[in-house]
């Protein structure tokens, strides 16, 4: 996860939020696609769960569910933009792992992309594994949210090593140090994050760390 800064919500959303009797499923059309359209600008194209680029669709999940508090249903400052929630293993079968927000369901989540004080917390185990040395932020990543089975540990790892082919071949041509490269491709991915960026950016100021070590 990395944070995420909210937009003012769409005049729109606001508008409909006058008339009481409007509920989230009144969000509709032309509104509901200016929505989905601030939050994939906000979240830089990426699910706040997962950090997968979205394909197709930017589904709208309530941080606080409808279930729980109706009366934010219709808040802005409420929604996160996410994935599909399915992770296929066999797109002919359809046979696929549930995670993100499929995985939760209306279940409460304590972890939040918006507070820094919760992305603070995270980091990156050896088996790409994203935790945090929160207890319930933990268990919201690994059960709540299911972040961390195999197939997408490994996606992690896969992007991580066709970050560090690109940036060596782009960095060997300009005669920069390792050290240089990993620092530029860090302001780059803040710059433009690409799909699971808070892992990348982790794993190279590890590099970094390591080698100002020794």
């Known amino acids: 996860m990395i944070r995420i800064i909210k937009s003012r919500e769409p005049k729109c959303l606001t508008k409909l939020k006058e008339d009481e009797n409007n509920c989230y ?100 185990d050896e088996k790409n594994k994203i935790r945090s040395n929160n207890r319930q932020y933990d268990s919201d990543i690994n059960v709540i949210l299911n972040l961390n089975f195999k197939e997408i540990c490994d996606d992690r790892n896969k992007a991580f090593n066709n970050l560090i082919k690109s940036i ?5 041509n300009l005669n920069l140090t390792k050290l240089d490269i990993y620092r530029k491709a860090i302001i780059s991915l803040n710059n433009k994050p690409i799909e699971f960026v808070g892992f990348l950016v982790y794993k190279l100021q590890k590099l970094i760390d390591f080698h100002l070590s020794n």
């Open 25 to 124: 499923d009144n969000l509709q059309d032309k509104c509901l696609t200016i929505t989905r359209q601030l939050l994939f600008k906000d979240q830089k194209g990426l699910c706040a769960y997962c950090q997968s680029v979205f394909k197709f669709t930017v589904y709208i999940e309530h941080f606080i569910a409808q279930s729980v508090d109706d009366s934010k249903e219709l808040d802005y400052s409420n929604f996160l933009g996410v994935c599909s929630g399915k992770y296929y293993l066999d797109k002919k079968t359809g046979k696929h792992i549930e995670y993100c927000s499929r995985s939760r369901g209306n279940k409460e989540l304590f972890i939040n992309p918006e507070l820094n004080s919760c992305i603070s917390t995270i980091y990156y």
């Open 168 to 172: 060596f071949d782009l960095g060997l």
